[in-house]
Structures are given as structure tokens and as C-alpha cells.
């Protein structure tokens, strides 16, 4: 119930236009050919932040851009684009914890923002 309740505060306070932008990366990204890898990581990053309570990013070594391949798209990503998302989620994050009551949600950003720094390789799954 608690989760059901963070999720929906999320949401209303900012998760949706998160996970939109997300999503729009997401489609210029898959507009380009080159931008593929990077649009399905960032159409995975959307559905954390539409919905992020009860759910966890891990690393999925059976990805098929995991390895030597997913390193050099991780680099090639935090370059262009994600140290300034991770920082925008950061910028967020702080302003989140100085209230008790934004604790949570400020965790959360700090995900958002180690996700954005190397996205691909990894996937979202359901907290036991």
C-alpha cells in the first residue's frame, strides 16, 4: 500500500512529465538509425519513472549489447547526453532532500540519474 501511495505522489509530482521526456527521447533517438540502442534504453528508463516504487534497475549480462559493445555505447551515451540528465535528476535530487517528506523521492532521482549515466546493459525488474 505504501509503495502504491509513493508511486502515485510520484507521479502526480513530476514522474509523468519525467517518463514523457524519457519517451520522447526515446522516439527522436529511434527516428535516427544510429540512435536504436540508446531509444529501447531510454523507452526502459520512461516505465521507471512513470511508475519507480517496488521496482529495481540491475544489470543484465545476458543483454545483447552487453559487454565490449555496451561499454563503448555507455561511453558514447554519457558523453553526448547522459552526464547532463544524470545532473538534472541530481539538481532535482537535492532539492528533494531538504525536505523529510522528499527523502524518498530523492532516492529515487539518484537512480534516475545513475541510470542516465550508462543506460545500456541494464533492465528493470520487480522488487521481491
Known amino acids: 500500500m505504501v509503495r502504491l501511495i509513493l508511486n502515485i505522489l510520484w507521479f502526480i509530482f513530476g514522474g509523468w512529465l519525467s517518463g514523457l521526456l524519457w519517451l520522447l527521447g526515446g522516439a527522436i533517438l529511434a527516428l535516427t538509425i544510429v540512435g536504436l540502442p540508446w531509444s529501447f534504453a531510454a523507452w526502459r528508463i520512461a516505465s521507471y519513472s ?18 565490449c559493445l555496451g561499454l563503448v555505447l555507455n561511453v558514447v551515451w554519457f558523453v553526448v547526453a547522459g552526464w547532463y540528465i544524470a545532473l538534472s535528476h541530481l539538481i532535482i535530487a537535492v532539492a528533494e532532500f531538504v525536505s523529510i517528506i522528499g527523502i524518498p523521492f530523492a532516492l529515487k532521482d539518484l537512480e534516475l540519474a545513475k541510470l542516465a549515466l550508462a543506460p545500456v546493459g541494464r533492465t528493470i525488474r520487480d522488487k521481491p
Open 50 to 67: 512513470f511508475w519507480p516504487f517496488g521496482r529495481e534497475i540491475v544489470w543484465q549480462d545476458t543483454h545483447p549489447v552487453a559487454g
